[in-house]
Structures are given as C-alpha cells and as structure tokens.
C-alpha cells in the first residue's frame, strides 16, 4: 500500500517500485488522500479555462489513467485538497489538512484492514516539502499503521490487521539530482538541474537510504504514469528532461527508508519485502 496526498504524487515518487512489484504478482494499492481539487494546472499545454474549472474531474481521470498504466489498484481517501497557501494565509475551512486526525486515521485503518497490507509506503516527517497535504499524510499513514492492529482502536471498521513494514520515500533527494547532474555533465549534456540544485540549502544531510529497490527496467512505465498526469507533468520541463540512459546507469533504484518494522531484516536491503520472503541477491 502506498499512500499519497494528490493524484500524480503516486507516479513523481516510487512509481517504478509500484510497477515491478505489481508486475512480480504483488497486489498494489495506492491510496490517494485528496483529489488534487485546489492543484494548480502546471502544464502551459493544459492551462484552459475548461481545464481549471473541470480540474477536480480531469484529475480523477488521470489517476484512473496512471493507475492503469501502473497495473496497479487506487483509492481515494475522500479528503479535500488544502491547496498550497501562501505565508500567513489560513488553510480553506474543510480541507485535509485540518481533518481531525482521528477522522483521517480511521479512514486509512478501514482500508488497511481491508486491503491487509504487509507493507506501507509514505512520506517521512518532511511530507518530501512542506506541502500541509504531504505533512498530514505522514501524520495520518503514522497513525494508521499503528493503530490498525489493535482491537479496540477504531471499531466497526473490520477486523484488526498489523502491516508488518512502514517505509519513508526517499525520492528527488539532493544526492539524486547531484548525481545526475554530475554524469550528465560529464557526458557533455546539460542537465537543466542547476536551478533545483541551488534551491537545496548547502548543509543538507546526505541520505539515510535503508532500501534501495533496483527497478531502472520500469523507468519507461513510470513516465507514462506521469504523463497521464497531464495537467502536472509538462512533458518539456522538469521531470521528463533528465536523460534517462544516464538515469539508468548511475542511480537505478528507487529509495526507501524503513522507519517501523514487526519482522527482522538486515539492513540495507533491495527489497520492500526483505525480511517477509527469501532474501534477493
């Protein structure tokens, strides 16, 4: 199970990941917390006055487009987007950000017990950057994972369910985006990431990666998930510029930290299931 805050999240941070599990006969859930409703349309190709005002709509499509492309399963938590605020303007009355977080948790502890996850996946701490969605998706995940297998917490919402793993995205780290721009540059190309570099403070720690899940062969599967994600993903900007034979070379995983664990496993591992099956070499 993966859990995220808007529609495309699920495709920008451990798409790969979902589609080789699910190719490998994994049953693969995404849980989407809200529907992107208050998004900004960030696709100059996309931004159409039909576009913004049928956003809540168009944005379910992709995900339905993207859960296809990723083989996998989706849901929708119910919740409505916080929008991003700027600094020192309150959050929208009856966003998800300011969800009760019992409200919240006990929704994502009735698809737990439903679904029976051994695995979950979310952000840390962080919320990946200070989006309120992204850091109470963290608070809600935390919450649930903890509470879905004791009896007595949230009643009447199924039989009581432990997941066995909880892991942090490590995804668009600064060593990611340093590393390809280094080999891209060593290889004569221009790496465009100069500027998202720049915006990383100098002192940021290097990552404290436990898992590393190799998954370069559905690099392609993950960028058409986030082209499904029309309205997100300008196909001539951002994500889609890095070279991706130069991806595949020098970083070809995705990247986990394991914050909670009911099972031994011996760190680092290659696999989200370490620990649940026989070790990978």
């Given at each position: 199970?993966?859990?995220h805050?808007?529609?495309?999240?699920?495709?920008?941070?451990?798409a790969?990941t979902?589609?080789?599990?699910?190719?490998?006969?994994?049953?693969v859930?995404?849980?989407?917390?809200?529907?992107?409703?208050?998004?900004?349309?960030?696709?100059?190709?996309?931004?159409?006055?039909?576009?913004r005002?049928?956003?809540?709509?168009?944005?379910?499509?992709?995900?339905?487009?993207?859960?296809?492309?990723?083989?996998?399963?989706?849901?929708?938590?119910?919740?409505?987007?916080?929008?991003?605020?700027?600094?020192?303007?309150?959050?929208?009355?009856?966003?998800?950000?300011?969800?009760?977080?019992?409200?919240?948790?006990?929704?994502?502890?009735?698809?737990?017990?439903?679904?029976?996850?051994?695995?979950?996946?979310?952000?840390?701490?962080?919320?990946?950057?200070?989006?309120?969605?992204?850091?109470?998706?963290h608070e809600?995940?935390?919450?649930?994972?903890?509470?879905?297998?004791?009896?007595?917490?949230?009643?009447?919402?199924?039989?009581?369910?432990?997941p066995?793993?909880?892991?942090?995205?490590?995804?668009?780290?600064?060593?990611?985006?340093?590393?390809?721009?280094?080999?891209?540059?060593?290889?004569?190309?221009?790496?465009?990431?100069?500027?998202?570099?720049?915006?990383?403070?100098?002192?940021?720690?290097?990552?404290?990666?436990?898992?590393?899940?190799?998954?370069?062969?559905?690099?392609?599967?993950?960028?058409?998930?986030?082209?499904?994600?029309?309205?997100?993903?300008?196909?001539?900007?951002?994500?889609?510029?890095?070279?991706?034979?130069?991806?595949?070379?020098?970083?070809?995983?995705?990247?986990?930290?394991?914050?909670?664990?009911?099972?031994?496993?011996?760190?680092?591992?290659n696999?989200?299931?370490?620990?649940?099956?026989?070790?990978?070499?």
């Amino acid at each position: 199970m993966s859990v995220h805050a808007h529609p495309d999240d699920e495709s920008s941070k451990g798409a790969a990941t979902l589609a080789k599990y699910a190719a490998e006969g994994a049953d693969v859930l995404v849980v989407t917390c809200t529907g992107g409703e208050r998004g900004t349309v960030l696709n100059p190709a996309m931004d159409r006055p039909e576009v913004r005002e049928n956003l809540a709509a168009i944005r379910r499509a992709e995900m339905e487009t993207a859960r296809d492309v990723l083989a996998v399963r989706q849901r929708f938590l119910g919740f409505v987007d916080s929008g991003l605020p700027a600094a020192g303007e309150p959050l929208p009355e009856g966003c998800f950000a300011l969800a009760p977080l019992q409200e919240a948790a006990g929704r994502l502890v009735a698809l737990i017990r439903e679904f029976r996850p051994h695995v979950i996946v979310t952000y840390d701490e962080t919320g990946g950057y200070p989006h309120p969605d992204h850091l109470r998706t963290h608070e809600v995940t935390v919450a649930a994972f903890e509470a879905a297998g004791e009896a007595d917490r949230f009643p009447g919402t199924g039989q009581p369910w432990q997941p066995l793993k909880l892991y942090y995205h490590g995804a668009l780290s600064k060593a990611w985006f340093q590393t390809m721009h280094d080999a891209m540059t060593a290889r004569g190309i221009d790496s465009g990431m100069q500027a998202v570099l720049a915006e990383f403070p100098a002192d940021v720690p290097a990552p404290q990666f436990t898992t590393q899940v190799p998954c370069a062969e559905y690099f392609g599967v993950r960028d058409r998930a986030l082209l499904a994600h029309a309205t997100q993903i300008d196909p001539n900007a951002g994500l889609m510029l890095h070279d991706r034979d130069v991806e595949r070379e020098v970083w070809p995983t995705e990247d986990y930290h394991l914050a909670r664990s009911h099972v031994e496993t011996s760190l680092p591992e290659n696999d989200l299931f370490s620990g649940l099956r026989p070790a990978r070499c």
